[in-house]
């Protein structure tokens, strides 16, 4: 399992779901609220078939109350059973967890959604890089102590061997089926 800390804009960020209950609010960020949605898995793990809302769970020797669960979200292609699964997590407002446990306000991980656009994707997001590294150079005082990793890249690549993975189970398919034939 692991522990995240969320804004309520990470529902439509990673577009996840809700199974019963509610996301995180801002009114949850304000108050620095001790609530908590979890993933499935740890819904039925810890709370099983009596559970309900509003009941509390306790991670890192603090207690939460669950306000909402959210909707199976298995990783694409299998993947496992690890803490990085959506049905593994354990997500607080962002304002608690920084106070609780990360009191230095220090931020390791900013996502960017990129919108629809007129142009092709990897122009938009050549022009989102160029702009994200402008903007944290100047917010780091000109020292380039982060990374702007290329997912555009990245996911050109795993959609590659997906494609070859469908071709290459495509050719043993038909070779399985005409290996039959008589």
Same mark, same amino acid.
């Given at each position: 399992?692991?522990?995240?800390?969320?804004?309520?804009?990470?529902?439509?960020?990673?577009?996840?779901?809700?199974?019963?209950?509610?996301?995180?609010?801002?009114?949850?960020?304000?108050?620095?609220?001790?609530?908590?949605?979890?993933?499935?898995?740890?819904?039925?793990?810890?709370?099983?078939?009596?559970?309900?809302?509003?009941?509390?769970? @306790?991670? %890192?020797? *603090?207690?939460?109350?669950?306000?909402? #669960?959210?909707?199976?979200?298995?990783?694409? &292609?299998? !993947?496992?059973?690890?803490?990085?699964?959506?049905?593994?997590?354990?997500?607080?407002?962002?304002? @608690?967890? %920084?106070? *609780?446990?990360?009191?230095?306000?220090? #931020?390791?991980?900013?996502?960017?959604?990129? &919108?629809? !656009?007129?142009?092709?994707?990897?122009?938009?997001?050549?022009?989102?890089?160029?702009?994200?590294?402008?903007?944290?150079?100047?917010?780091?005082?000109?020292?380039?102590?982060?990374?702007?990793?290329?997912?555009?890249?990245?996911?050109?690549?795993?959609?590659?061997?997906?494609?070859?993975?469908?071709?290459?189970?495509?050719?043993?398919?038909?070779?399985?089926?005409?290996?039959?034939?008589?």
């Amino acid at each position: 399992v692991s522990l995240v800390g969320a804004a309520p804009g990470a529902i439509s960020l990673y577009r996840l779901g809700m199974e019963s209950g509610r996301f995180i609010s801002d009114d949850d960020m304000r108050a620095g609220a001790r609530v908590t949605v979890i993933g499935l898995n740890v819904w039925t793990e810890l709370l099983g078939p009596e559970g309900k809302l509003g009941d509390a769970i @306790t991670v %890192d020797n *603090v207690q939460w109350t669950v306000i909402g #669960v959210l909707k199976n979200k298995p990783p694409l &292609g299998g !993947g496992g059973d690890g803490p990085w699964m959506w049905n593994n997590k354990v997500l607080v407002p962002q304002s @608690t967890f %920084d106070a *609780v446990f990360d009191n230095q306000h220090t #931020v390791d991980e900013i996502f960017v959604k990129i &919108g629809d !656009g007129q142009a092709p994707l990897q122009s938009r997001l050549a022009l989102a890089r160029k702009a994200i590294e402008a903007t944290l150079l100047r917010t780091h005082y000109g020292v380039s102590n982060f990374k702007v990793d290329r997912w555009g890249e990245e996911a050109k690549q795993e959609e590659m061997i997906l494609q070859v993975i469908k071709i290459l189970l495509d050719r043993k398919s038909t070779r399985l089926n005409s290996s039959h034939i008589t």
